[in-house]
């Protein structure tokens, strides 16, 4: 078992950064892939990006690329996102994930994910 506490959203203006974390507890933190989905009223949670056990690899929905990185700190149980370039249809409700499925590149699957984050509210204005 292993609890998930995502933080960081707020109201950004379009154009600026904000960065999210998640911190972890339970069971050792590197056994698990780390995501991001975000999930906005009346569509379904989407990808936005993923990271590696270690940290060496990652993988982003096309709509992020390049604008928003993901990192961790195995030390700290803590993993990130750092979102540059926030843009108005970015505003959702962003979850932090952990699975224990192993690593797989491109777009990832909410079946694959064992746990949840509660989820962190970020609104971008225009």
């Known amino acids: 078992q292993v609890q998930l506490e995502d933080s960081g959203g707020g109201l950004v203006q379009a154009g600026g950064s904000l960065r999210l974390s998640c911190a972890t507890s339970g069971r050792t933190f590197s056994v698990y892939v780390m995501g991001w989905f975000r999930q906005t009223p009346g569509k379904e949670r989407e990808f936005v990006a993923a990271i590696s056990r270690n940290g060496a690899y990652t993988t982003y929905s096309d709509s992020v690329k390049g604008r928003f990185t993901a990192s961790r700190d195995n030390a700290k149980n803590t993993v990130y996102l750092e979102m540059n370039s926030l843009k108005f249809e970015d505003t959702a409700v962003y979850y932090c994930?952990?699975?224990?499925?192993?690593?797989?590149?491109?777009?990832?699957?909410?079946?694959?994910?064992?746990?949840w984050g509660k989820g962190t509210l970020v609104t971008v204005s225009t």
């Open positions: 994930a952990a699975s224990n499925s192993g690593w797989r590149s491109g777009p990832w699957a909410g079946e694959w994910i064992d746990y």
